[in-house]
């Protein structure tokens, strides 16, 4: 039995000191070679076409698609309050009857929107010690295993309270799910798609409430419970589908890294499509590098780490565009936009199909946003993006303010404008900033910090707006659009003094300028160490 462990020990032991060997030949490699190959690590990648990208790395960029598939079940989780609060039979089950009409008390429709909403905060945040201690891959499958249960709840529930419970608790779960995909997109994504598969977590945010608003315009006028059970029972599909891979996704090589298991890091970089062993053990190199360095800078890393001094600027950067997000209105513009077309006066068939055209609107700016978010830039995207929704905010506002029918639908016009605006600026830009932005080693604390945050915002939003809008109580319809528009100067200003352009920057870059304090409108036109040493070896190169 002990020469068995011995001789165990010793193959351990030989295993390491190989890889420890691997590991020393590939960074004396990278040192001796020009930066011109799609084949260097990340942190030192010459910039190369997406679909080159793609071909190289296609099993990173499938399992970040995997990825942006659990979305989904946080986009159509978080918009299906706003849903059924819409449909008639709804109402008639959980509500009262006011006016003519079956209501849903405004206590109710508060915690039903509100309370789920603080609990995907506490999920999010959350998250950060769950998936640094048990890794992304068991958060994601722990995730997808608690959504069956609590959409059961909704599904089954025939008493406000118990549909309150089974909303409360899914609220938690996909709070986890929202805060460990970009975690784990942002660590396995290639540089050159970084942009495109971190805004395509928006998408499936415009995707989920689109599949939503088809399904409640098939059942929504039904006169029974399954108008809206329906749309639960939907998410089952989501969640057997995510069920069913989730098992074989690699865990993060970063998260690995920082649990000091190499050797099964190396694995998982094979795993994510690296081709050769020398380039497997390069980028391996990279992460232990960056994250040695970032550790030392960030040394026991806490939620506190966040807002140390050291950390504080790039924690406000990553998290404001999620923040300016929940405070330009669309928790109002997406989750009152069908009652708020019924109480303007159009049928419930009517509303669910105008619902379905609004996110058929905001998916087409989603896609738009492919295209632009590289080329113009994250920094110009945001600002311009959210000028443009403050001039839309006051226009609905100024539009119910007159009260008459055509101004009336003209406030519908623009929430669909809005939906399209938003989500090619803002709202794919947010989760790209707040993924990108980020250090290695605080990455998991700063977006679940940023997602906490923003639910907050959504939470308190969700309490106070029934009370100004629903009729039996201040009935400011969409007059409410001015406050999102106030709040959207203030944003426009603050973009413009601190939000940086990031566009095609390198993680070790981005470092780099933070470290140096780079103001905010100069990161465009900044020259960083790893670009003067790329010009450099070009030069070289052309005079060999």
């Known amino acids: 039995m002990a020469t068995t462990e011995t001789k165990n020990t010793t193959e351990h032991v030989e295993g390491a000191n190989d890889l420890t060997e691997s590991l020393t030949v590939a960074r004396q490699e990278d040192a001796a070679r020009p930066l011109t190959s799609s084949a260097q690590c990340p942190s030192t990648l010459v910039e190369i076409s997406k679909l080159d990208a793609f071909k190289k790395d296609k099993r990173a960029v499938l399992w970040c698609l ?17 849903n059924v609060i819409g449909i ?38 959350t998250c950060g010690s769950i998936s640094d201690t048990i890794g992304r891959k068991y958060t994601v499958m722990g995730g997808i295993l608690g959504s069956f249960v609590t959409i059961t709840m909704e599904m089954v529930a025939t008493t406000n309270g118990l549909f309150f419970a089974g909303k409360f608790l899914n609220g938690f779960v996909v709070g986890l799910l929202a805060a460990v995909s970009p975690t784990y997109l942002g660590e396995i994504v290639p540089l050159a798609l970084r942009g495109l598969l971190t805004a ?10 689109l ?10 006028t039904k006169t029974n419970a399954w108008a809206y059970r329906a749309v639960f029972c939907a998410q089952y599909g989501f969640c057997v589908i995510a069920a069913i891979f989730a098992p074989f996704m690699p865990e993060s090589p970063w ?9 099964k890091a190396l694995k998982s970089i094979r795993s994510l499509g690296c081709n050769t062993d020398i380039e497997a053990l390069r980028k391996l190199a990279v992460i232990k590098v960056t994250l040695e360095e970032v550790r030392r800078e960030t040394d026991g890393a806490t939620y506190m780490e966040c807002f140390r001094v050291s950390n504080l600027r790039r924690t406000m950067i990553s998290i404001a565009p999620l923040t300016i997000q929940a405070l330009g209105g669309v928790i109002f513009i997406a989750g009152y936009f ?15 199909t105008l619902y379905v055209i609004f996110q058929i609107m905001s998916m087409a700016g989603n896609v738009a946003s492919w295209f632009v978010i590289d080329r113009v830039g994250r920094r110009n995207l945001t600002m311009y993006g959210t000028a443009a929704l403050m001039v839309l905010l006051m226009l609905a506002g100024g539009l119910a303010t007159a009260g008459q029918k055509p101004a009336i639908k003209g406030v519908i016009s623009m929430m669909m ?16 900033i707040l993924t990108e932005i980020a250090t290695s080693r605080l990455r998991v604390k700063t977006i679940a910090i940023g997602i906490a945050l923003q639910n907050i915002i959504y939470m308190v939003l969700g309490f106070v707006l029934p009370y100004l809008f629903n009729p039996n109580y201040l009935n400011l319809g969409a007059k409410i ?30 470092d780099s300028m933070f470290a140096a304090k780079v103001p905010a409108r100069m990161f465009k036109e900044y020259i960083t160490e790893v670009n003067m040493e790329i010009s450099a070896d070009t030069k070289g190169e052309d005079a060999i």
């Open 66 to 82: 995997f990825i942006v598939w659990t979305s989904l079940l946080v986009s159509f989780e978080s918009n299906a309050s706003g």
């Open 211 to 220: 599949t939503a608003a088809i399904i409640v315009n098939s059942t929504g």
């Open 338 to 352: 069908v009652y708020y077309a019924q109480l303007a006066g159009y049928s419930s068939a009517a509303s669910f």
């Open 417 to 432: 404008i809005y939906a399209f605006v938003y989500n090619s600026t803002i709202g794919a830009t947010g989760y790209t």
């Open 200 to 209: 395509m977590i928006a998408f499936a945010y415009a995707l989920g409430p």
């Open 481 to 510: 659009s001015f406050i999102f528009g106030g709040f959207s100067v203030l944003s426009i200003a603050y973009l413009y003094f601190n939000q940086p352009e990031t566009t095609g920057r390198s993680y070790e870059e981005l």
């Open 255 to 263: 998260w690995l890294v920082s649990k000091g298991r190499d050797e």
């Open 88 to 125: 008639p039979q709804f109402r008639q089950d959980f509500g009262s009857f006011f006016n003519g009409d079956f209501v849903l008390d405004a206590k109710w429709q508060s915690a039903f929107t509100a309370a789920p909403t603080a609990s995907f905060a506490i999920g999010a945040l």
